[in-house]
């Protein structure tokens, strides 16, 4: 048995020194002989790669991956002896003193070592490390917990009544009376313990509650879904606090250990590490799409409109809202992901006489993206405080929709149904894209208020039901030609949300018959496809059509930027007043160049082309009418699908139109701002 052991030792020493391990435990032991604190332990933390360590010495990886208190005791050992014998630590006398955190890097990619968060917690009573993956819902904030401390025997004659025999660390799993607490007794004569208070070191400790990814569907208000999901406590300590963000998705390797909270028992789990999850998503598109994609590269438009006119064939006939089904899948591809970074956005606001079917064809939508949640007017949209549950006694941050949408689309649902502060409090994030969430301190336990930010990294939809009386008295007195009533809610939230789409049917003699006819057919034909189009090109293929879109990297060429900063400089001085200033913000931009990478996106194409800045500044220039009213560039509402789209023919139709726009798009920046035609070639 001896030989056994020391054959494990000499694998450590010889992983250590190949990994370059060694080289880091002798710089911190310099740093902790260097340092003129006297500690009472001393803390390492050594990164163990289990694939490495497996090559070296198999006993040793099995032991590291199953029995983990067995392994540190062993590392503990090694790193104690190498200080002894090279001297680096002249403070330390006993192996107690020497605390040792074994980080892993992975684990085995093998079903036994993956923890499920949608299975029934049974079969994890070994102390063991396992994998699990999910997104964050809930945190606490930092806090304080016992690292280590030294005891001393209360019995002065005992040889361990000084010294440094006595040393209890936290070991992964346990709470903080296996610790600190009073009824510690002595090995050597039975006496009582006490804790030398001067030598005890606290750690930071945060407490995060996560879930299984497969919630996300429940949270698009799936009333069909028969499912309920249970968060997992996470426990975070030290380095690990901080690392883990609201909303996000993440892989952690940890210890599974069960809670006592009379006369309840939790499942809870101590990090070990933390990697961001990405899942996987496909780096394809169908056949079908593909032959359409290659069909139509003869225009830069062609692609993009097929695809809006086809979609959501199973809420609406194709043809009908074609400009908001644009626009709902240029916001689709312009989710970003939990590093995106602001300005990427494109909120949008869908104004409506008939919200039932709009609301029903956003619904469809929140389904094609992977993260997408329906907002309830009756919750709390950003984030809610309430006391920790686990006898910390401080606050818990619960996540609301928007955070929970984080890299996907927050759909709001109808304005109308928001109180004032509600949406005063919407109007805000809208703006700074930050949610903040006050804590008092007296009532967690705190001696100072705390105040936590946290960014809201996703798209918002809503709707807005034109028919709805407005609070504002006799608007059309001094309504701007081309502008529209937006309802009962503050006309400031038409100027929060980028985009305002007015969903009307120019094109469509009879909408109210399409309608009913396509519901009558829906109804004598549930889950059947309706439309030819529907059964070529499935919700599926568009599934996997927005992911790879969303996922491509974007390049803006001088050509659209040209364009677009040239209607942004002739818009905003034709719509300036000499009185309140101009009414285009800088953000304008922002949208504008969201809306023009969005389509180069939808078209799959790696390049802003000048084409797709077309579609930008019409889409912005409707929007923008909308709120402020119409200018010296003249649009049709329906300028962006002038016709139906039926054959070859109307597809011709519109890219002629489409060019005429775009001259009339050069001539207005001619007028209205010529030095921004520098790089526009003359045509």
Known sequence: MADFILEMKEAILTYLDRSGGLEKFVEDCKEYNDSNQCFGFYRFSIAVNPSDLTEIDARLGNCVLHDPQKARCLFQSVCFISIKTLSLIEKIHTQAQVNVVLKLTHLPPLPDYYLNLCDFPHGYDPKRYFMMEGLVMAMTPVTKYTQGARFLCTEDTCPYSSGFQYIRVHVPGATESATVRNDFTCTLCGSSLKEDVK????????????IHTRAVDALRADLTSSFRYQSTTVFLRDELCHQMKMGGLYR?????????????????????SIQPWIPKCPAFISDNFQSLLSVTACSPWRFSAILANIFGSHVVPPGMYNTLKLCLLLSLVQTCGDEGEPGNFLDLLALTNDTLIVDRLLMYSLGIV??????????????????????????NIQAGSALLATGGICFVGDL????????????????????????????????????????????????????????????????VLGSVDIGSFPSKMSNAFGLLIHCREAACDYPALALTHHTLREAMNPGEPLYPASMQFTTQDYEALIALARSLQIELSPEAESLIHGYY??????????????????????????????????????RVLEEDAVIAVLLSENSITLKHGGSALVLSPNAV?????????S?????????????????????????????????
């Open 199 to 210: 030598f005890r070191v606290l750690g930071d400790k945060q407490l995060v509650e996560m």
């Open 252 to 272: 952690i390797i940890g210890i599974p250990a069960y809670v006592h909270q009379w006369p309840k028992v939790a499942l809870s789990v101590e990090a070990n």
């Open 370 to 395: 992977a993260r997408g949640t329906r907002h309830l007017a009756s919750g709390e949209i950003f984030a809610t405080v309430s006391k920790d549950e686990h006898g910390t006694g401080t606050a």
């Open 416 to 479: 109308s149904s928001y109180k004032k502060d509600k949406l005063d409090l919407l109007h805000s994030v809208l703006e700074t894209r930050t949610a903040i969430v006050f804590i008092p301190g007296k009532k967690y336990g705190e001696d100072v208020d705390q105040q936590l930010s946290f960014p809201i990294k996703c798209n918002f939809w809503a709707v807005a039901d034109t028919c709805a009386p407005s609070k504002r008295s006799l608007k059309s007195d001094g309504a």
């Open 569 to 606: 400089m002739a818009s905003r001085r034709v719509r300036t007043d000499p009185v309140h200033g101009s009414k285009l913000s800088a953000a304008s931009v922002k949208l504008l160049m969201s809306l023009a990478e969005a389509h180069a996106k939808l078209n799959l194409r790696c």
């Open 641 to 649: 699908f002038p016709c139906d789209l039926h054959d070859h023919e």
């Open 651 to 683: 597809l011709h139709r519109r890219d002629v139109n489409l060019m005429q726009l775009h001259q009339q798009i050069l001539q207005f920046i001619l007028t209205y701002a010529p030095e921004a035609t520098a790089y526009i070639p003359e045509e």
